[in-house]
């Protein structure tokens, strides 16, 4: 499946952005679909999962209560919605459908990526 990362841009701190994640060629595979991030210098982290069976949602502690992870069907499409934006949210976000069923926390359970999309949170 190709994915199409879309929806990144610059915003003030305490902004919000939605991020999009369609799926191109056939309907998303696999067990799931996350959100990545990876800031210069750093290494790509997860950031929110969702699995297809059950609909079950994670995040990463920094996000919690902030970003929304969610799909929608019809669309083929699996959005992420950042509230409450820092400055540290800065970085190129990914959404990859993730081919194992299990390390859903990790870049290496993930086989299909999406381009990235840009996210720059100004203070």
């Known amino acids: 499946v190709q994915l199409q990362a879309s929806g990144g841009g610059l915003v003030r701190a305490g902004g919000s952005l939605r991020l999009s994640c369609a799926a191109s060629g056939r309907t998303f595979s696999g067990y799931g679909l996350g959100w990545f991030r990876q800031a210069p210098g750093k290494e790509r982290e997860f950031v929110a999962s969702?699995?297809?069976?059950?609909?079950?949602?994670f995040y990463t502690n920094s996000v919690k209560g902030r970003f929304t992870i969610s799909r929608d069907n019809a669309r083929n499409t699996v959005y992420l919605q950042m509230d409450s934006l820092k400055p540290e949210d800065t970085a190129v976000y990914y959404c990859?459908?993730?081919?194992?069923?299990?390390?859903?926390?990790?870049?290496?359970?993930?086989?299909?990526w999406g381009q990235g999309t840009q996210v720059t949170v100004s203070s």
């Open positions: 969702i699995n297809w069976s059950g609909g079950n949602t």
């Open positions: 990859a459908d993730r081919s194992r069923l299990n390390g859903q926390f990790v870049p290496a359970s993930y086989a299909s």
